[in-house]
């Protein structure tokens, strides 16, 4: 190589971040995402010490500020507030938020904006008030820290949410996605990234009708969510990170992480081996009590208890059977007619039909003969 000429950039890069250490924290949302990128990023650049952390983004954005970390992921838009204060963010993945519903719930219609703002604000709070059979809405709703809820609040419907829960009576706050598939059942209704629940039986996405009814994808669905990295200073390493999340190879570690994610809510929906099936709604969790931990034991015993009965009904019909094989013939046949003699008795006597015969041919009838000879009777008179 001609000492005049460039080396390629990459070249460039590993020899100015030789060394160097690259801090990431931020979101929940962002775990997996960080982790594929890492793998990723540490084969181009094994000089390079990563670290990552997921204290949430509020903390992560205010450790960028003072200097503590290179890079916030986080799982929402920038403020305004917050890119007066330097910060800048390059987006890794932007996906839509579904609306959802358990499978077993029957509401088959869709949802305006402004309803679902509503169902949140508590100010819609039955299902006949949306076409359905009557029943309490259960609200499955996210934390005020959520990334997500922040991305939805983004929307102009959901501005006097801010900073307040929807109705206590029928709402719940869970962190994480699986938590709320399992609280749906057949009442509750909640939101998610969609890329997250594409694959699960247990959901069903409710339409939200704009102009027309539309899903998590199409281009006027008006519920999205932000994910990406938000940095303040500008060094080697940095920028050896965001162009990895710009390059194919970063990419496709962002979809394979987003795939994983998917995968993770899954395997944690999963019922496991020593959990047993319950009546009782999804996510609602139901104390194990002396009694409960007794019944395996009581459906063993009254299993074998059954099994002995039938063995001895089945000897002593054998029993039964040898015993009449071992009788004499003539003994036999007096007990047959005993039981005969025991069932005629038993039965009730046929009724007596009174017998009319017939007259004889040529004959008059015992009527009319009767009459012929008292008229006999009286002429000899």
Excluded at 111 to 138: H, K, S
Excluded at 168 to 191: N, W
Excluded at 265 to 284: D, F, K, M, N, Y
Aim: positive net charge; charged residues 20%; aromatic residues 6%.
């Amino acid at each position: 190589m001609n000492s005049t000429e460039t080396p390629p950039a990459s070249v460039t890069q590993v020899k100015a971040v030789a060394g160097d250490q690259l801090r990431i924290d931020g979101s929940d949302a962002m775990v997996l995402i960080n982790r594929w990128l890492k793998q990723q990023f540490e084969q181009s650049y094994p000089q390079i010490e990563v670290t990552l952390d997921s204290r949430g983004t509020e903390t992560a954005l205010d450790e960028v500020i003072a200097g503590d970390i290179d890079l916030a992921a986080i799982g929402r838009p920038l403020m305004e507030a917050e890119t007066a204060k330097g910060l800048r963010q390059i987006p890794v993945s932007q996906d839509s938020i579904a609306v959802i519903v358990g499978r077993s719930n029957p509401f088959m219609g869709s949802l305006t904006v402004e309803q679902f703002a509503q169902i949140l604000r508590g100010e819609i709070t039955d299902w006949a008030e949306l076409g359905r059979q009557p029943g309490n809405i259960l609200v499955i709703d996210r934390p005020q820290g959520s990334d997500t809820r922040q991305a939805l609040l983004n929307n102009p419907r959901f501005q006097d949410l801010e900073g307040q829960p929807a109705s206590q009576e029928h709402h719940v706050t869970v962190a994480d996605t699986a938590a709320v598939i399992r609280r749906l059942g057949g009442d509750g209704i909640g939101y998610a990234i969609a890329s997250q629940i594409q694959h699960q039986p247990q959901v069903r996405v409710v339409k939200i009708a704009v102009l027309l009814d539309t899903l998590p994808g199409d281009a006027i669905y008006p519920y999205t969510s932000l994910r990406g990295y938000a940095y303040r200073a500008d060094n080697p390493a940095i920028q050896a990170f965001l162009d990895l999340v710009q390059d194919p190879s970063g990419q496709l570690a962002i979809n394979q992480a987003k795939d994983a994610e998917a995968d993770a809510i899954t395997a944690a929906l999963e019922p496991r081996p020593w959990q047993r099936s319950s009546s009782s709604s999804p996510g609602v969790g139901t104390a194990t009590t002396p009694v409960d931990r007794l019944l395996p034991f009581w459906w063993v015993l009254l299993g074998g208890l059954l099994l002995w009965l039938g063995w001895w009904l089945s000897q002593r019909q054998r029993a039964n059977r040898l015993r009449l094989r071992s009788l004499p013939i003539a003994k036999r046949r007096q007990n047959r007619r005993r039981q005969n003699r025991r069932r005629q008795r038993q039965l009730p006597p046929p009724p007596i039909q009174p017998c009319q015969r017939p007259p004889l041919m040529g004959l008059p009838a015992p009527e009319e003969a009767g009459t012929s000879l008292g008229k006999q009777k009286q002429g000899q008179q």
